[in-house]
């Protein structure tokens, strides 16, 4: 780990005071941290928010919106009884990331400012244009069997392998941001970017700009009945998704008034599949009608190197999330979160 | 840049001084405190074989900066004990036969610790599992350590039946 500057300030505005070229936020470090070890980061200056007053609050705002700070843990958001019950499948994603230990640590916030898990990427020694602008992307003609199969580039082929951030694509969430400049919202369908030419540039943040709290919609409440997120790993806990889905359905008549649809680990950012959503509207629940769904969904699809099955992978798991979606949201968190095991897990 | 905090380890306080904001709680804990109970595995994250409780709660100390936790309660393995009374999930680890090398056993039985604490499994043996599953066992003595903490749980009265969703 390289020699670095430390700051532990109290408020927002002295932590982006403290910010500088080069500087990093540290909140729960559980990325942070892991990556300096190796060499992957190399900060001249950590800015320590874990002092900061007032982020590590849940709270419902006047308009009915849900506002959660940057610094809540994910173990504490994910077991806050009224924020799972209003956003089940929120709650579902964060169970079904890490390890007990880990979701005690990592925070809202970080959880945004994740770095990919790209095996080249988090080897200092291979060529990554994520880490280093111009240097190559030996991903391309490595092991990319678990790479990105919607919007990636010749540049980069790595996921964002978030959970929490797919139920938040799909529930219309928005980001709180302060900064140099001020403070300002970003919707989190923009947040994180797509690589193009410029896969180093990972957030539609400017430099200095810090996550302050994410911000769910009263109205994304009102799918908590019909909602869950599955998620398809090489073991059934403890492990980063293969791909994942969160599916959302409000129903009246038995048909189909709203949806909500978004996929995981198949791109640079949380996919939310609007299209997808669009054709499900009116329509009466069927496996039929969702595999049509998953199939719009993948629309545009195509291998990024030894991947093509992950396109067929990602079709199954939207088409069997929305699925269960459809028969309700589980009256208590299933044993294996977003898994295919154990109850809660069959069609 | 040297730095000085204060910790309350094993209930006792201890101020230390760091020479650089590099030191993890895992380093200063073996080197620094004379406390080897806590192991290290992989020091990424990843193994749970150093996990310590920090104002009662689990967390990996291999990826905590000391400098960060100034103020901070402490609990390592080495305060489960009281005097000659193992903890009640120490007994129920040798009751049960939830080791086969041991090296992994502080961090599961600190784990095992807080999993209970946060009340969120009680006495059920999946969301045990699932609790637990941020601690490697490569001897894979995973039935035993369950069985341990199926039966802590019942003698801690912490089942947490309708627990929040």
């Known amino acids: ?347 | 840049m040297s730095f000085s905090i204060s910790l309350t380890v094993n209930g006792t306080p201890r101020e230390v001084t760091l020479e650089d904001a590099r030191v993890t709680l895992l380093d200063l804990l073996r080197e620094r405190l004379d406390l080897p109970g806590t192991k290290k595995g992989c020091d990424r994250g990843q193994c749970g074989a150093c996990t310590v409780l920090v104002n009662g709660r689990r967390i990996n100390s291999c990826l905590a900066l000391a400098v960060t936790l100034d103020g901070a309660e402490v609990t390592t393995i080495e305060g489960l004990a009281d005097g000659d009374h193992l903890h009640p999930v120490q007994a129920a680890f040798i009751a049960h036969d939830g080791f086969q090398c041991g090296y992994c056993t502080p961090g599961q039985i600190m784990s095992a610790v807080g999993l209970i604490a946060e009340g969120q499994a009680g006495c059920d043996a999946d969301r045990i599992r699932e609790g637990m599953s941020g601690n490697l066992c490569r001897c894979a003595a995973y039935h035993g350590i369950t069985e341990a903490v199926l039966d802590a749980s019942r003698r801690m009265g912490t089942d947490t039946e309708g627990a929040a969703a």
Not at chain 1, 268 to 287: F, M
Request: glycine share 8%; net charge neutral.
């Open chain 1, 1 to 347: 780990m390289n020699l670095f500057d430390y700051a532990r300030p109290t408020t927002v505005e002295e932590a982006i005071a403290a910010w500088a070229p080069g500087a990093s936020y540290l909140a729960g470090g559980t990325n942070l941290v892991d990556l300096m070890k190796t060499g992957v980061m190399q900060p001249g200056k950590l800015i320590d928010l874990n002092r900061l007053a007032g982020l590590d609050r849940i709270e419902s705002l006047a308009n009915g919106d849900t506002r959660v700070g940057a610094l809540v843990r994910n173990a504490d958001l994910a077991h806050d009884a009224g924020f799972a019950r209003a956003f089940p499948m929120v709650a579902e994603a964060l169970l079904s990331g890490a390890s007990g230990q880990l979701r005690n640590a990592a925070t809202v916030g970080g959880n945004l400012m994740q770095r990919t898990r790209c095996a080249y990427f988090q080897d200092a020694h291979s060529a990554c244009n994520r880490r280093t602008p111009g240097a190559g992307c030996d991903a391309r003609g490595g092991d990319n069997a678990t790479m990105a199969v919607l919007g990636w580039s010749d540049s980069c082929i790595a996921t964002n392998p978030s959970d929490f951030g797919v139920a938040l694509a799909a529930l219309d969430a928005v980001v709180e941001v302060e900064g140099p400049q001020g403070s300002r919202e970003i919707a989190f369908a923009d947040f994180h970017l797509l690589p193009g030419q410029t896969p180093d540039r990972e957030t539609a943040l400017a430099q200095g700009e810090l996550v302050v709290a994410v911000r769910l919609p009263a109205a994304s409440a009102q799918l908590r009945h019909h909602s869950r997120y599955l998620k398809l790993r090489e073991r059934t806990s403890y492990a980063f998704a293969l791909v994942s889905a969160a599916a959302a359905l409000r129903l009246e008549d038995g048909h189909i008034v709203e949806a909500r649809l978004a996929l995981g680990a198949v791109a640079a950012r949380p996919w939310r599949a609007n299209d997808a959503e669009a054709l499900l509207i009116g329509q009466t629940p069927s496996d039929e009608l969702f595999k049509r769904a998953a199939d719009v969904a993948l629309t545009g699809a195509t291998p990024s190197g030894d991947n093509a099955h992950k396109i067929e992978l990602a079709r199954r798991t939207a088409a069997r999330a929305l699925a269960l979606a459809a028969i309700g949201t589980p009256k208590r968190m299933p044993a294996f979160p977003a898994s295919l095991f154990g109850e809660h897990a069959h069609v």
